[in-house]
């Protein structure tokens, strides 16, 4: 069965600064990867995803994720992060001979200006 | 409108009262899923559906029970609440395998 480790509960960031969200996954296979980000009091928006090819992947809101087969990770990334993107990020893995995804924990991110 | 809607959006209710939370999808998605969201456990799935009158259990379905006798709508119900499962619960959508899963709002459902 595949897992995800979120090994980070909650980081802080400042406006303007980089954003590294770390995500490590436990799976026999190649996966299929993705990441939601969750505003408070909403429901969860897909940011990103990988199923093949390039391991870079570009999503929305200025977000990008490296999938890293030899260290079985797909962190997430922001350059410069804006007031805007304080939320809860979920990592989600499922399996290629399934749909159902299974998610970490989750990482609580806050922005301080 | 078009989308994934959750009813109630906020719900309270008594321990041992049955309590029925709504799930409708617009896109006539084959999947449908329950999850529930508590904090450090992120979100869990209770249940899931790969077409109409097509259930089974997920990894948390102990005092829940589903139907899904229309593609587009999965009731979840909780048969005699509990103070345990007093938490958001979220309904999803997807088309299956390769494709992301769409989210509900959310119901914060709170026993008392």
């Known amino acids: 069965a595949q897992s995800v480790t979120q090994p980070d509960i909650h980081i802080t960031v400042s406006e303007g600064a980089s954003l590294e969200l770390r995500c490590n996954y436990s799976?026999?296979?190649?996966?299929?990867l993705f990441w939601y980000v969750q505003s408070p009091g909403q429901g969860l928006q897909l940011l990103l995803k990988y199923f093949s090819g390039d391991t870079l992947v570009q999503g929305i809101k200025g977000f990008e994720a490296e999938f890293k087969r030899s260290q079985s990770s797909f962190n997430l990334r922001k350059p410069s992060v804006h007031w805007s993107d304080a939320a809860e990020y979920f990592c989600?893995?499922?399996?290629?001979?399934?749909?159902?995804?299974?998610f970490g924990a989750g990482t609580t991110v806050t922005v301080r200006a | 409108d078009a989308g994934i809607t959750q009813s109630p959006r906020y719900k309270i209710t008594e321990t041992g009262r049955q309590v029925t939370l709504m799930c409708h999808q617009t896109?006539?998605?084959?999947?449908m899923f329950w999850y529930r969201q508590d904090l450090g456990h992120g979100l869990r799935l209770i249940y899931y559906?790969?077409?109409?009158?097509?259930?089974d259990k997920g990894e948390v379905p102990d005092g829940y029970v589903v139907s899904r006798s229309k593609t587009e709508n999965f009731p979840l119900t909780l048969e005699s609440a509990t103070r345990s499962q007093t938490s958001v619960y979220f309904c999803?959508?997807?088309?299956?395998?390769?494709?992301?899963?769409?989210f509900g709002q959310g119901t914060r459902l709170t026993v008392v």
């Open positions: 559906s790969a077409a109409a009158d097509i259930t």
């Open positions: 999803a959508s997807n088309q299956g395998r390769v494709t992301e899963a769409f």
């Open positions: 989600a893995v499922g399996p290629t001979n399934d749909y159902k995804l299974s």
């Open positions: 799976y026999g296979a190649t996966p299929y």
């Open positions: 896109w006539s998605h084959s999947y």
